[in-house]
Each structure stands twice: as C-alpha cells, then as structure tokens.
C-alpha cells in the first residue's frame, strides 16, 4: 500500500473551464459544483468522519451544502441547463477519487490524522484556487460581455469560495493545535 500524498488527493479536484460561450461555462461550473457536493467534500466528510473526527466531517457537509447552492445560483440565470455533461475534468477527478478511495480506508486505520491532515489541506488549495484564479475570470468575462447580473453571481461565489478557505485553514489550524477532539472510538 502506498502512502497518499496531497497531490494525488488534489487530483481528485475539478477546475470549472472557461469557454467562449456563456452556457458552456456555466454548464462546467455547475458540472463542478455538483461534482464537489456530490462526491468529493462527501468523502472527505466520510475521510474525517472515519477517523474519528465528526466536527470536521460536519464542516466538509456543510461546505458541500453551499458548493451545491453555487450550482443553484447560476441555474437561476440559464434555466436550460438541465444536467449538464459530465466534463473531462471532472471525469477525470472522478476516477481519481476511485482509485485512492480503498487505499485511504486502510491509510486511515493506520493514520487517520494524516490522512484528514491532507484531506484540509486540499480542501484549502481547491478553494483558494476557486476564489483567486477561477471564477474571478468567469465574473470579469461576464462583465466583459455586460452581463451584470451574472458577474454578480460570480462574484458571490467568490465571495463564498473565499469563505470556505477561511474555514478550512482555521480548522487546520485548530487540528495541528490539537484543538479539536476526536470522538471516542
């Protein structure tokens, strides 16, 4: 069994893509919104949860939660979304949680600190991509085009996905301080 780093856990992370199209766009930020409620803050809910951290898990929900608002906000503005395709991106982060997803469970019963260690510190590296990189150009392309209201949108994801990282580097913080308990096994 090899040790999980958290670059293979980072590839289990689906950047949103930019597309000339305004719907494409919007159909990759939603295909990544819900990919992130769906499936990856669930497992890493499930990672901390396992490890015997339920307060932790319980932050990595209700992230999800909002990651799946996010979807919702811009669905408002292109009713004819529906469900979008799944993207290669996204695919792709798919099959890598897959893969290392046996291989934590038993990285967890060795070392469950490490394990939830890297799940935030991931957590904090896809938010902090989201709110300095990715969707302050999706706003900036919406406000490009004169789409105010959509460039509002973006901008409170933004504002969210800066709010997450916050909540996750303080939950490092507190976990390498020892300040937050493990539950009783």
Known sequence: MSEITEEMIFQCFAAAQSSPDA????????????????IMYPEFARWAKSAGYPQLATLFMKVAG???????WLRELYEDIGVPERGEDTQRAVDALTTIQANCDALIAMNPDGVVEKALRVAIS???????DIY??????????????????????????AQHADWFRAALADFEAGRVAAAAH
Request: proline share 2%.
């Open 126 to 132: 896809v938010e902090e991509r989201e709110y300095r």
């Open 23 to 38: 719907v494409r766009t919007a159909e990759s930020f939603v295909d990544v919104e819900e990919y992130e409620n769906q």
């Open 136 to 161: 302050p150009r999706f706003r900036d392309q919406a406000q490009a085009r004169g789409d105010l209201r959509e460039a509002e949108v973006y901008q409170r994801v933004v504002d969210s996905e």
């Open 66 to 72: 909002e990651e799946k608002l996010h979807a919702v």
